[in-house]
C-alpha cells in the first residue's frame, strides 16, 4: 500500500477520498489534529480552507510522466523521500531531502 506524508509533520496521509467518478484521484488527508495539508496528484500538497484548495500553501512536484504526482513516499530517520505516487512508475526519480527537525 502506497503511503504519502504530510509535508509539514511527516505523519502518515489517510486516503480522505478514493479514486471514484467524482474525484479523478485520491484525496490523501494529513491525520494531525488541526492540520489541513491534503495531497491530491495534480495538485500537490496544500491547506483546505472551508473545503477551498489554498494556493499559497501550495507545494506541487511534478514526475515527467505524471503531474503534480511526486510526494514524500517515504521518511527514514532525518531523510524525506520525494518519489512519483505511481508505484509501477519508472519516468521521476526519486529525490532526497534532509529535514531540518
Ligand atoms: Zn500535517
Ligand atoms: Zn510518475
Not at 491530491?40 to 484548495?53: A, D
Not at 503534480?68 to 505511481?86: D, K, M, Y
Request: proline share 5%.
Amino acid at each position: 500500500m502506497l503511503e504519502v506524508f504530510c509535508d509539514i509533520h511527516q505523519l502518515p496521509m489517510k486516503v480522505f477520498a478514493s479514486q471514484s467518478d467524482r474525484w479523478p484521484f485520491s484525496v490523501f488527508r494529513c491525520t494531525e489534529q488541526g492540520c489541513s495539508r491534503h495531497f491530491v496528484e495534480r495538485h500537490g500538497y496544500h491547506n483546505v480552507t472551508n473545503e477551498l484548495m489554498d494556493i499559497s500553501t501550495q507545494t506541487l512536484k511534478h514526475c515527467p510522466a505524471h503531474a503534480g504526482a511526486v510526494a514524500i513516499t517515504a521518511i527514514e530517520e532525518s531523510t524525506l523521500f520525494w518519489n512519483c505516487i505511481h508505484p509501477d512508475c519508472e519516468a521521476s526519480e526519486p529525490t532526497f531531502e534532509v529535514c531540518s527537525r
